[in-house]
C-alpha cells in the first residue's frame, strides 16, 4: 500500500516556465513534508519541507503548497533552469515520534534550456 | 566535515557471497538509516537506528542484518548475496528534533 504517491514519473518543461511537481498521500497521520532532489550517481539532498500546520513554504524559486483536506502536495520551482533536471521525491513522515519517512517514488524533471 | 561517507563506491558479488556495507557520519547525528532504491521504486526503508545500541526494520529488512556500532557508524551486512539485493544503496543520517535527513552518496551494488 503506497502512503505516498508521485504519480507522474517524468515532467518536461522549458528553461524558464514553472515547474510543478505533484505528491498525494494517503496516511491522515502524516503531519511533515519534504522534498529532495536527486542527480545521477549521487545522494539525495534535501530541498525544502513543510509542516501540516502550513499550507505555503518558500524558499527561493522554490515553493512548496500543501492541502491537508485533499491530502495533497506540489512543489513549484520557478523560473526553471536546467541545473534543475534531477530527480524530485516527495517524502512524509507521522507525528508521535516516528523515525521513518515514507518516500514517493519520484518524478525526473527534464529543464529544456 | 565530510557528512555521511559510505564504501565501497561500487561492489558486485557473486550468489551467495556476504558482504558489508559501511556509512560513517561526523555531524553527531542521532539517528541513522539504510535505504535501498530501485528503479522505479524510489527509497526504501531497509532497516534504522534511532541512537547508539538500538535498531529497527523498516519495510524490506529480509535479508539483511545492522550493527550500530557506536554514534558514528551504522553498517549493512548481506550474509547471503542474491541477484534480488542488487540495487543502490544509501545511508543517511537525522539529528534529534529534525525531520531532515542526510544522505550519503551510495553503493551501487551488483549480485550476479
Known amino acids: 500500500d503506497q502512503q505516498v504517491k508521485q504519480n507522474s514519473p517524468s515532467l518536461s518543461v522549458q528553461e524558464g516556465r514553472i515547474s510543478i511537481l505533484n505528491c498525494d498521500y494517503t496516511n491522515s497521520m502524516f503531519d511533515y513534508f519534504l522534498w529532495y532532489k536527486k542527480y545521477p550517481a549521487e545522494g539525495p539532498t534535501f530541498l525544502i519541507s513543510i509542516s501540516s500546520i502550513k499550507d505555503k513554504n518558500e524558499d527561493g524559486r522554490f515553493t512548496v503548497f500543501l492541502n491537508k483536506s485533499a491530502k495533497h502536495l506540489s512543489l513549484h520551482i520557478v523560473p526553471s533552469q536546467p541545473g534543475d533536471s534531477a530527480v524530485y521525491f516527495c517524502?512524509?513522515?507521522?507525528?508521535?515520534?516516528?523515525?521513518?519517512?515514507?518516500f514517493g517514488k519520484g518524478t525526473k524533471l527534464t529543464v529544456n534550456p | 566535515n565530510a557528512g555521511v561517507t559510505q564504501t565501497p563506491k561500487f561492489q558486485v558479488l557473486k550468489t551467495g557471497q556476504s558482504m558489508t556495507l559501511q556509512c560513517a557520519q561526523d555531524m553527531n547525528h542521532n539517528s541513522m538509516y539504510w535505504y535501498r532504491q530501485d528503479p522505479g521504486m524510489g527509497l526504501r526503508l531497509i532497516y534504522y537506528?534511532?541512537?547508539?545500541?538500538?535498531?529497527d526494520k523498516g519495510e524490506v529488512p529480509n535479508g539483511y542484518n545492522v550493527s550500530r556500532l557506536n554514534k558514528r557508524e551504522f553498517s549493512l551486512r548481506l550474509e547471503s548475496a542474491a541477484p534480488s539485493q542488487t540495487s543502490v544503496y544509501f545511508c543517511?543520517?537525522?539529528?534529534?528534533?529534525?525531520?531532515?535527513?542526510?544522505f550519503g552518496p551510495g553503493t551501487r551494488l551488483t549480485v550476479t
Open positions: 543517511a543520517s537525522r539529528i534529534s528534533g529534525s525531520y531532515e535527513q542526510y
Open positions: 517524502a512524509a513522515q507521522s507525528q508521535g515520534g516516528s523515525e521513518k519517512l515514507v
Open positions: 537506528s534511532a541512537s547508539e545500541g538500538t535498531t
